[in-house]
């Protein structure tokens, strides 16, 4: 079963298995230029053209860490939502994501811990239907 999440802000107590949030954004050149800038990872495959074209990938591919990023906004202001801390994620990166490939990412719920008010996740990345990015997340949600 899926349940759409239209809040964006929602009790533990509400919370159910299934329920998801996703989050679409396009990757810019601007965007790997200012991760490369924030992170220190300045590797060519990101952001040296001549470069890239040479590489196994032919072209420039944005850092999986982006795509990665867009989890904690989702589960920071949509599921869980407001307050809650990001606690643990694993992550596999199982295709590129080329500058101006549109990502979407979803977390849906998997399991609850009321008593320890954990929510766990499974997050998924994912360009034109194919998943790039899979993995697992672990939320403590504060009471409100």
């Keep these: 079963m899926t349940t759409k999440l239209i809040v964006d802000n929602i009790a533990i107590e509400d919370i159910k298995e299934g329920m998801e949030a996703s989050y679409s954004q396009t990757i810019t050149d601007a ?21 890239a074209a040479n590489s196994r990938w032919e072209r420039r ?20 939502g407001i ?3 990001w606690v643990s994620q694993t ?3 199982l295709k590129p994501v080329y500058i101006g490939d549109t990502v979407t990412a979803k977390v849906i ?4 811990d009321l008593e320890r008010r ?14 790039v990015i899979d993995g697992e997340a672990e939320a403590f949600v504060p009471r409100t």
């Design 31 to 51: 965007d790997v230029k200012t991760f490369a800038g924030m992170s220190g990872d300045h590797n060519p495959v990101h952001v040296n053209d001549e470069y």
């Design 61 to 80: 591919i944005a850092h999986g860490m982006i795509s990665a990023s867009f989890f904690s906004g989702l589960m920071g202001t949509k599921l869980p």
């Design 83 to 85: 307050g809650c801390v």
């Design 91 to 93: 992550l596999k990166f």
């Design 109 to 112: 719920v998997r399991d609850i």
């Design 118 to 131: 954990r929510v766990f996740l499974r997050t998924v990345c994912s360009v034109k239907g194919e998943i």
